[in-house]
């Protein structure tokens, strides 16, 4: 995969999280800044994405740990490298543990 692609597939995806955020009927609020996608939860604590482009792979970080991500272009997805669980997996659970938000995404 290019660096390029990387990026687009990276662009993509936090765009799609922008987008089911912006159509839940949420209080969550989100910031994107610099390829850095930060949502922040009523309770004080964050959920954060971020591109880590030397190693083609997105990052997550929640209160209940960082993961990273390498895209998958078989499935189509993003996978964590230790488990090959998927992002929208993770990110989810996230929400829900930390937000109280039971929402799916399209990532």
């Not at 839940?24 to 922040?40: H, Q, R, W």
């Not at 004080?44 to 971020?50: D, K």
């Not at 209160?63 to 488990?83: A, E, I, N, P």
Request: proline fraction near 2%; include cysteine.
């Amino acid at each position: 995969m290019t660096e390029s692609e990387f990026n687009n597939l990276v662009d993509l995806t936090l765009e799609q999280v922008e987008e089911g955020l912006d159509e839940a009927e949420s209080d969550l609020d989100y910031l994107i800044s610099g390829g850095v996608l930060t949502i922040k939860c009523e309770n004080g604590s964050q959920i954060i994405f971020t591109r880590q482009t030397p190693v083609k792979q997105l990052w997550l970080a929640t209160k209940g740990g960082g993961f990273h991500f390498d895209y998958d272009t078989d499935s189509q997805q993003w996978l964590r490298d230790s488990d090959q669980e998927p992002l929208k997996t993770l990110f989810e659970a996230a929400l829900k543990e930390q937000a109280g938000e039971n929402l799916s995404f399209a990532i």
